[in-house]
């Protein structure tokens, strides 16, 4: 082991541990996790006053969107869940999600609307984007897989192109690190759901 880890070692090592403590998770943890992030979503204003909302395909040990999904569907919100850009290489599109679409397992196998450019949601047009969390910090500081899709589609919101929306990231209360090592193209949260509380970051 060297004495000097790189800042892309000790961000991955994190990560590993952090995906860890998640699959120690029981399926009794996962279903009641995803049922109260879903309560605290609903009973947020902004969720409430929003019409169009960005969800993702919770897969494996990720705080479950279903709960949410289904909530907001009935109240007929407009959906959409990301999918890997077919040329644009880590960016992601948002397509339109209701009770017909149909998925297609993308190239890390999970889930994803099948592309149809007439589904495309613009993110102008999202006023909640929901961001699936691997880890986060007190500070509103976050970390994903590692593709850095997320951070690509919230830099624009950073430079202030998406006044209306408000990203919010979802977690299990296991995935909060003591400190997320950031890097420059990191952009921090505004608000984090988990099941213990929502937490705001912004002013
Ligand atoms: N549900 C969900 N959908 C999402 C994301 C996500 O984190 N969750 N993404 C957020 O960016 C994008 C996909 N990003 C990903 C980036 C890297 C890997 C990846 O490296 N997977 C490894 C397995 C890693 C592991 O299980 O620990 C692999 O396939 O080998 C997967 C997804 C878009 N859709
Ligand atoms: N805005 C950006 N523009 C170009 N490259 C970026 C940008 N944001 C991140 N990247 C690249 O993506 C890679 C992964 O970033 P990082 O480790 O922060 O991923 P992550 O935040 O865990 O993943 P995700 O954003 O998908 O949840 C980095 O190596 C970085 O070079």
């Given at each position: 082991?060297?004495?000097?880890?790189?800042?892309?070692?000790?961000?991955?090592?994190?990560?590993r541990e952090?995906?860890?403590?998640?699959?120690?998770?029981?399926e009794l943890d996962l279903e009641r996790a995803g049922q109260q992030v879903s309560e605290h979503l609903l009973s947020l204003?902004?969720?409430?006053?929003?019409?169009t909302i960005g969800g993702y395909f919770s897969v494996k040990n990720e705080l479950a969107t279903g709960p949410a999904l289904a909530s907001l569907l009935a109240?007929?919100?407009?959906?959409?869940?990301?999918?890997?850009?077919?040329f644009c290489?880590?960016?992601?599109?948002?397509?339109?999600?209701?009770?017909n679409t149909r998925f297609v397992p993308n190239r890390y196998q999970i889930p994803?609307?099948?592309?149809?450019?007439?589904?495309?949601?613009?993110?102008?047009?999202?006023?909640?984007?929901?961001?699936?969390?691997?880890?986060?910090?007190?500070?509103?500081?976050?970390?994903?897989?590692?593709g850095g899709f997320y951070d690509r589609t919230l830099s624009g919101w950073q430079q202030g192109r998406y006044p209306n929306l408000l990203?919010?990231?979802?977690?299990h209360n296991v995935q909060q690190a003591e400190h997320i090592p950031t890097e420059g193209w990191d952009v921090p949260l505004p608000m984090i759901i988990t099941p213990y509380k929502i937490w705001h970051f912004s002013d």
């Open positions: 082991m060297p004495a000097q880890q790189s800042p892309q070692n000790e961000r991955q090592q994190l990560r952090l995906q860890q403590r998640r699959l120690a998770l029981s204003p902004q969720v409430q006053q929003a019409t109240q007929q919100k407009q959906l959409a869940l990301p999918v890997l850009h077919p290489k880590g960016h992601l599109l948002f397509l339109s999600y209701d009770n994803e609307p099948e592309l149809n450019c007439q589904h495309i949601v613009p993110l102008a047009q999202l006023q909640v984007l929901l961001v699936p969390l691997v880890g986060f910090d007190a500070k509103g500081n976050r970390m994903g897989m590692g990203p919010i990231g979802l977690a």
